[in-house]
């Protein structure tokens, strides 16, 4: 498949009735825009192909799915408008992410690490929109108090994991697809539990939004193992983040390169 055959199959998909596409063959974009919102998004289509040669009508499912639920968030915004008493929860993405909405307003944000950066998302569902600067006066909250809601809320969803064993070294895998699973790495609570059970080194990696990834890594096979599954993950991922882990030491997230021959960085805890 192509590009012309996707955008092609995406029209097909989506239908004329409520949007308009234009298609920028020099960028491979597609814009779709909502003729009655007067809102529109842009899909980058080489990431979508590579998603598709590897899952076929699966990633086309969600790459549908993402778009009706980000268009029905706009509707449900420009029903409803906006309530202080909606959820409001931080959202991780690559510091390589648009800081500004299509209008041109910059999105409230903090710094996280040398990769990725904290968005603040206000939910609707199934389902977020990106708090930015114009919405702040109909919220009547201010940018430290959005912060915090956020703070508190991410400590409040809940963890489970999936563990498994791979030549000697244990990876746990938050996957609840609720939207947040990328945002539990700021649950400092959550962090500190799994160190604590931590033998060798342990590494946090977030590749794309809908999974985080806990490494006990305890042999230089780990980080061979790691850095393949977390390329793999970053590219299938419908939102990716970041390939690079980070090593997580006395509260802190550092950004580690993975290569083959690497070692692990401290002895196993005395048992």
């Excluded at 499912?61 to 909606?86: C, H, L, N, P, R």
């Amino acid at each position: 498949m192509d590009s012309n055959q996707l955008v092609t199959l995406l029209k097909t998909r989506l239908g004329d009735a409520r949007f308009t596409y234009e298609y920028d063959k020099k960028q491979d974009k597609l814009r779709l825009n909502h003729t009655k919102l007067g809102h529109g998004m842009e899909l980058s289509l080489p990431g979508i192909l590579t998603k598709y040669n590897e899952k076929q009508d699966a990633a086309l499912d969600e790459v549908i799915y993402t778009i009706e639920q980000t268009f029905s968030a706009m509707e449900q915004e420009k029903e409803q408008g906006f309530s202080a008493t909606t959820q409001i929860y931080p959202v991780i993405r690559a510091t390589s992410f648009p800081q500004s909405s299509k209008e041109g307003h910059a999105f409230i944000t903090t710094e996280h690490t040398a990769e990725t950066r904290i968005f603040y998302g206000l939910d609707v569902g199934r389902t977020y929109r990106f708090i930015d600067e114009s919405m702040l006066d109909e919220l009547q909250l201010t940018v430290e108090q959005i912060r915090e809601m956020a703070r508190f809320s991410v400590k409040q969803l809940p963890v489970t994991y999936k563990k498994d064993e791979v030549a000697g070294n244990q990876f746990y895998f938050v996957n609840a697809n609720d939207g947040y699973d990328a945002s539990r790495i700021l649950n400092e609570g959550f962090l500190k539990d799994m160190h604590a059970q931590i033998e060798g080194d342990m590494t946090v990696s977030v590749p794309h939004q809908d999974v985080l990834i806990i490494g006990d890594i305890r042999n230089e096979t780990g980080y061979d193992v790691l850095a393949q599954m977390t390329m793999h993950f970053f590219t299938v991922g419908t939102v990716p983040i970041t390939s690079l882990s980070f090593i997580y030491e006395d509260g802190e997230l550092e950004p580690i390169f993975i290569l083959a021959k690497n070692r692990v960085k401290k002895e196993k805890k005395e048992s």
